[in-house]
């Protein structure tokens, strides 16, 4: 069997011929499909749920397929509707504002997705963080962001540096045990008890504020990626093209919804289609996971790279024992999708996976592979009508094919970032003329496919997480026995790339494995776990530009046993 090249499966698709649709698209086609384009009335709150709610036909499906080790729920699409209009009633009385940065700060659950509409219902900004940061990771972005408002638990709420943070007036608490709280606390449950059912939208602008997702770049503190409901126009087109959404289809998209794939295709997307679309609560285990996948019946199903090898390390007689024959694809995002992985599922599951390219500032996916496209092991795909994507030199001259050089999207996509918040020099340095360029590096074939080649940047993908070495030299230098830090992305096969940290000591400290941990352990409880160095290494100097800048590249070099390229600008 040649696998440099997949041939689709037979079946109906929504796309049948990528070509013939780029051919003369125009946007304009697509946005006829939302209640919007005849209305003029917009929240992409109302297209995802409340339009769903006001259809007989549909408003009660479900919506929401809630599934954790302690508890299962189903929410339809009426349902949800009234919980989240029963939500931006709270927000309302307590007087959030079209344009307020409300945070969310709280496991996945029902509650979440509730609570997440309800603050577009008010036209209000929402700001997923992930459940697992630490307190500066959660400093940060309510610092910058200056939310006015969180929502969380007495749990999480440890974690949340209340008395440094001016802006935040009002905290929503769920599963608090009584009143006590004071008068910036708001009780979840009592509120809902009473709030009512009805709510009059607040309609938007498509160029308004929907959406905050902070991600990692080389240098400085977490940025915060601004997108517009607008976005919606491509989380439509995508879900139907891509993701080839049917009515009756039961979706997984198993990324978190403090991760923009977890709200892009983990809310808007299927929701937008009025899918059922499954959330899982819980940690990851390949049993857990491929019972999910049976139990509800999938089929269609988007993950990660880093899971997908879990379940390849996991072995052909475990995934026997479940019924997966509901599985129409599988969808990848995240960090590239290893050959073997496609290879194994080919031979296991007897299914493509389909490889999408994408980042938090993108909005949406922009280099895929269709269901009715030949796939080809090892690329991202080619671009999807309406975007054009070409590899560029480091002055925006495009490049031909088979050459290495930035992968670039030409601007003006629906679902395109917007800004950065307060920090517009931080956005234009994105763009080079006419083009975003992405920070990673690839080639695109003489049929337009793309393969991707690595970051340009030190960003770090471990485990499909963008980390900013940065951020985690930042904290290492905090504790009392770091006096420099450097960190890099080291290969490896599970997880793409581990984190590891060259560090030099302070004066009285001595290298111990005791040290060492406890240096790890400061990382992972004062930043999140996903950013402790799984490697430290001690070091008598740190190399550094002669304007002080630490020479990553130098570090990784040395860590890899590579040439040492260019080192005219260090330091003596
Ligand atoms: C990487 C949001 C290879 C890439 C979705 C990108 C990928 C970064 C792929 C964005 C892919 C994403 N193949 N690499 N299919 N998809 N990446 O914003 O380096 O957290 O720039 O992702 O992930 O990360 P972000």
Redesign the pocket.
């Known amino acids: 069997m040649d696998m440099t090249k997949v041939q689709p499966r037979s079946g109906e698709h929504n796309v049948e011929d990528l070509d013939a649709l780029r051919e003369g698209f125009d946007w304009e086609e697509i946005k006829k499909d939302f209640s919007w384009y005849k209305t003029g009335k917009v929240n992409a709150a109302y297209e995802a749920i409340d339009r769903h709610a006001e259809n007989p036909n549909k408003k009660d499906q479900v919506a929401l397929l809630y599934s954790a080790p302690d508890r299962e729920e189903s929410v339809t699409f009426e349902q949800l509707s009234k919980q989240s209009n029963k939500t931006a009633n709270i927000f309302k009385k307590y007087g959030v504002q079209k344009g307020d940065r409300v945070f969310l700060f709280m496991p996945r659950s029902p509650e979440f997705y509730a609570n997440f509409f309800g603050i577009l219902k008010v036209g209000a900004i929402a700001g997923p963080l992930f459940e697992a940061f630490m307190e500066q990771a959660v400093r940060d972005r309510l610092e910058d962001s200056e939310a006015t408002m969180l929502i969380t638990t007495p749990e999480l709420l440890k974690r949340v540096p209340v008395e440094d943070l001016p802006h935040l007036k009002q905290i929503v608490l769920i599963g608090a045990n009584d009143g006590t709280e004071g008068d910036n606390y708001i009780n979840f449950e009592e509120e809902m008890a009473v709030a009512s059912e009805n709510f009059d939208i607040e309609w938007v602008d498509r160029e308004d504020g929907m959406l905050i997702h902070y991600?990692s770049g080389s240098t400085g503190k977490p940025k915060g990626v601004y997108h517009v409901h607008n976005a919606m126009i491509q989380h439509y087109a995508t879900g139907k093209w891509v993701i080839d959404f049917k009515d009756d289809d039961i979706y997984w998209c198993t990324a978190d919804p403090g991760?923009?794939?977890g709200t892009s295709y983990g809310i808007f997307a299927p929701w937008l289609h009025g899918v059922t679309n499954v959330i899982r609560g819980g940690r990851f285990s390949p049993e857990s996971w491929y019972e999910t996948l049976d139990k509800h019946n999938v089929t269609i199903w988007y993950t990660a790279p880093t899971a997908l090898r879990k379940f390849v390390s996991a072995g052909d007689e475990l995934v026997k024992q479940y019924d997966l024959s509901s599985l129409r694809h599988v969808m990848?995002?995240?960090?590239?999708?290893n050959p073997e992985v496609i290879t194994w599922a080919l031979r296991v599951l007897d299914l493509r996976i389909h490889?999408?390219?994408?980042?938090?500032?993108t909005g949406a996916m922009l280099i895929v592979n269709l269901p009715s496209m030949e796939i080809r092991p090892g690329s991202?795909g080619r671009p999807i009508p309406g975007v054009e994507a070409a590899i560029v030199d480091n002055e925006g001259n495009e490049l031909p094919p088979n050459q290495m050089g930035n992968l670039a999207i030409k601007k003006g996509w629906p679902s395109m970032m917007r800004a950065i918040w307060k920090n517009p020099g931080k956005y234009e340095s994105y763009f080079i003329k006419d083009w975003y360029v992405?920070?990673?590096s690839a080639y695109m074939d003489e049929d337009g496919y793309f393969w991707?080649q690595g970051?340009l940047d030190d960003?770090i993908?471990t485990s499909g997480?963008?980390v900013g070495p940065f951020e985690v030299e930042s904290k290492l230098i905090e504790h009392k026995a770091v006096a420099e830090a450097g960190v890099i992305g080291k290969p490896d096969p599970e997880r793409g790339e581990i984190i590891k940290a060259f560090i030099t000591l302070n004066p009285g400290y001595e290298s111990s494995d005791e040290l060492l941990e406890d240096i790890r352990q400061f990382v992972k409880t004062g930043l999140s776990a996903h950013a402790a160095p799984r490697e430290i290494e001690i070091k008598d100097s740190i190399p550094k530009t002669r304007s002080g800048k630490i020479m990553r590249r130098l570090l990784k070099s040395w860590e890899l046993g590579l040439p040492t390229g260019d080192t005219s600008t260090l330091e003596e």
Request: glycine share 8%; net charge negative; aromatic share 14%.
């Open positions: 991600t991760w923009v794939t990848s995002v995240g960090e590239p999708l490889d999408t390219w994408w980042m938090t500032e991202m992405s920070g990673d991707f970051r960003v993908n997480e963008r």
